[in-house]
């Protein structure tokens, strides 16, 4: 009697910008646990640590992430008032490919694969083949933050959030036979606004900071630098109030970030409930603003526990992949 092949494992990652540093943890802790997944699926930000894993570049790619300041986000912002988005995320895509490099897809060790959205039809694309950091930057592409990329056949390409932000479908057609995903939408609603109590920017860090952008960018995006500040935005809703705020209520981009929140909480939940993965881990980071990035080593802390709090079923699930199965 033969024996059938060994089920795929398929590692689903959602996306929750910042938040998504908790991917990190996840592979960490299945790794140890012994669970190496065949595949990485990921939406967002999911496919941007999908991509430094399935590279073989994770290790380096947490090593910078782990040590990025406030500053240093602020740093990596490209904002233009032109072009769809309010940053461009050439800055960022380039620091990127000094830690993964930007190979293509169809030669990484392990099979990858995100998602994006079709600007003109709403249209959920799957890339799947070409430039690694091409196919990242299309998934990221949040509606009001970034602009959107133009590939595939020169159409415009949004964030994969927009219309499945864990993308259990396209592990499946894939042929991944067992689903571990990650879902760090599980408890953001009516959380988004809380007010993190960490340490503010300084004056001076500030200054300095504004300074570097206007000398480098153009007259628009110095013109945006300032607005910024003027708006009073905070960084845990789009890019940083640099300034601490003093109004309680929510700026322009508190208010798209929730919005968006809210959207994918609920299309997360429809797209589960019709293609449900057989390890669901969500980290509880709803604490953790949309654009806090300087918050990596918490998020990979809580994605390490999140796993662990499902460690039973993981391993129960394991056990029974070990075991034989006739054919």
């Not at 800055?91 to 990858?112: N, Y």
């Not at 604490?287 to 918490?298: P, Q």
Request: charged share 30%; proline share 5%.
């Amino acid at each position: 009697m033969k024996q059938a092949k060994k089920p795929t494992i398929a590692l689903v990652l959602g996306g929750g910008a910042a938040r998504g540093w908790a991917h990190i943890g996840v592979i960490h802790e299945l790794a140890k646990m012994g669970v190496k997944p065949d595949m990485v699926i990921g939406t967002s930000v999911g496919s941007i640590v999908g991509g430094a894993y399935a590279s073989g570049n994770l290790e380096q790619f947490e090593e910078w992430i782990s040590g990025l300041g406030r500053v240093d986000i602020i740093r990596l912002l490209d904002a233009k008032m032109t072009g769809g988005g309010f940053l461009q995320g050439n800055s960022l895509m380039a620091a990127i490919k000094k830690r993964i490099g930007d190979p293509r897809i169809e030669d990484l060790d392990i099979p990858f694969a995100c998602v994006a959205t079709e600007l003109g039809t709403g249209r959920e694309i799957w890339l799947r083949e070409g430039s690694l950091l091409d196919a990242c930057r299309a998934s990221i592409a949040l509606p009001g933050m970034f602009a959107p990329s133009r590939m595939k056949e020169d159409k415009l390409l949004l964030d994969g959030g927009l219309v499945n932000p864990v993308p259990v479908s396209l592990a499946r057609a894939m042929g991944g036979d067992v689903v571990i995903a990650v879902n760090l939408n599980g408890d953001l609603i009516g959380r988004h606004f809380f007010i993190h109590s960490g340490d503010e920017i300084s004056d001076e860090e500030c200054d300095r900071a504004l300074a570097e952008i206007e000398e480098k960018d153009t007259v628009i995006a110095k013109w945006a630098a300032k607005m910024k500040t003027g708006f009073g935005v905070r960084l845990d809703s789009y890019i940083s109030s640099l300034r601490k705020k003093e109004s309680p209520d929510p700026g322009l981009f508190d208010v798209i970030a929730g919005s968006i929140d809210i959207m994918q909480d609920r299309i997360t939940r429809s797209r589960m409930a019709g293609e449900p993965p057989d390890i669901h881990i969500t980290p509880l980071l709803s604490h953790v603003g949309l654009m806090e990035f300087d918050r990596a080593k918490e998020s990979i802390r809580e994605g390490r526990e999140a796993t662990h709090r499902q460690k039973e079923e993981i391993l129960k699930l394991t056990r029974a992949l070990e075991k034989p199965r006739p054919k």
